[in-house]
């Protein structure tokens, strides 16, 4: 019965790692009180939720790849699928704010004609905040877009500590690509 064996230690030593009483064994490292068990114990967790968490670049290079080699999957079509939604989130966000009992929209609506002046700064500032939002979401896409391009184009086969040496791209080039 090997297992059951080894599943008590492991509970034994888990039971040892989260306990608060004083053990024998302990050895004090940077102020703080650790066991071996308990430093092999949390090394491998750490080490598996390192795995977990940040998968290898190859994988993500070929998840990346093949979401490039689709057809179907362009920044264009990602911003007509984005935008709408990204309209009705800002446009349900001001009926929101509008639908409170003290709101603005309450004290515009109660006499329209004698407000005017606040009713047309509203609506430039829904039309702005809807302009903003839709550059902002178009950026944000061709940002993602070039990461992904980035990471596509890093070599894992050479050697990790050499740095890369090629020059940055003027900021026309970044900034001009926004406005395509």
């Excluded at 993500?60 to 939604?85: G, K, N």
Aim: with cysteine; proline share 6%.
């Amino acid at each position: 019965m090997p297992g059951l064996v080894q599943r008590y230690k492991i509970s034994s030593e888990y039971a040892e790692l989260v306990s608060t009483a004083p053990t024998q064994r302990c050895r004090t490292r940077r102020g703080r009180r650790w066991t071996s068990a308990a430093t092999a114990a949390i090394s491998d967790e750490a080490s598996s939720w390192y795995a977990a968490a940040c998968p290898p670049l190859e994988d993500i290079q070929a998840v990346l790849q093949r979401v490039q080699a689709d057809q179907d999957f362009s920044q264009e079509r990602t911003f007509r699928f984005l935008s709408p939604l990204l309209v009705f989130g800002i446009l349900f966000a001001t009926a929101v704010v509008a639908l409170q009992p003290y709101s603005f929209a309450h004290h515009i609506l109660s006499a329209p004609k004698e407000h005017t002046r606040e009713l047309i700064t509203w609506g430039t500032a829904l039309v702005g905040s809807l302009l903003a939002g839709l550059a902002i979401l178009r950026a944000v896409i061709w940002c993602v877009a070039e990461v992904s391009d980035m990471i596509l184009v890093v070599d894992r086969s050479r050697d990790e500590r050499q740095r890369n040496t090629e020059p940055l791209p003027p900021a026309s080039v970044l900034l001009g690509a926004l406005f395509m």
